[in-house]
């Protein structure tokens, strides 16, 4: 029995934002099949809550998605008016920091970003978003 709660225990920590001492996000951690919306404050997802699938993001939201599918796939949906540039680690072990990975730009006005791992991804830990003008888009 105090092994089951112990086990429900840290699956409640691996699929909520992470905190940093101080209170502030440090990232949402997305297990597979799961899908968040969530805003972002100060570069971190705040507001971020678990919904079904089929949910769309509203004005100033942003929403995530790790789909079990052809090994790993992460879509992204933005439907701010800015564009984000941010990162994203793998994580094969529940509460371990991850492994850096690396994503595009997502663009703005409801677009979809997709990033694809041609291997099974139990979760992935999203980070550090900061705004770029849309004439920078890359892949880090």
Same mark, same amino acid.
């Given at each position: 029995?105090? /092994?089951l709660? /112990? *086990?429900?225990? #840290?699956?409640a920590?691996?699929?909520?934002? %992470? #905190?940093?001492?101080?209170?502030? !996000?440090?990232? /949402?951690?997305?297990q597979?099949?799961e899908?968040?919306i969530f @805003?972002?404050d100060?570069?971190?997802?705040?507001?971020? @809550?678990?919904?079904d699938?089929? *949910?769309?993001p509203?004005?100033g939201?942003?929403m995530?998605?790790?789909?079990?599918?052809?090994g *790993?796939?992460?879509i992204?949906?933005?439907?701010?008016?800015?564009? =984000? &540039?941010y990162?994203? !680690?793998?994580?094969?072990?529940?509460?371990?920091?991850g492994? *850096?990975t690396s994503?595009?730009t997502v663009?703005?006005?409801?677009?979809? $970003?997709?990033?694809?791992?041609? =291997? $099974?991804v139990?979760?992935i830990?999203i $980070?550090?978003? @900061?705004?770029?003008?849309? &004439?920078?888009? %890359?892949?880090?």
């Amino acid at each position: 029995m105090r /092994l089951l709660f /112990l *086990a429900a225990a #840290l699956v409640a920590v691996v699929a909520t934002p %992470s #905190l940093s001492e101080s209170g502030h !996000f440090l990232g /949402l951690t997305v297990q597979s099949g799961e899908t968040w919306i969530f @805003r972002i404050d100060q570069g971190e997802p705040v507001d971020a @809550r678990k919904i079904d699938g089929s *949910a769309t993001p509203g004005s100033g939201e942003l929403m995530v998605t790790l789909k079990p599918q052809m090994g *790993a796939m992460m879509i992204v949906t933005n439907n701010t008016n800015k564009f =984000y &540039n941010y990162h994203a !680690f793998l994580t094969m072990q529940p509460g371990s920091e991850g492994k *850096a990975t690396s994503v595009c730009t997502v663009a703005n006005g409801g677009r979809m $970003a997709i990033e694809n791992w041609p =291997y $099974a991804v139990p979760a992935i830990r999203i $980070a550090d978003f @900061r705004e770029t003008d849309g &004439n920078h888009i %890359s892949c880090e």
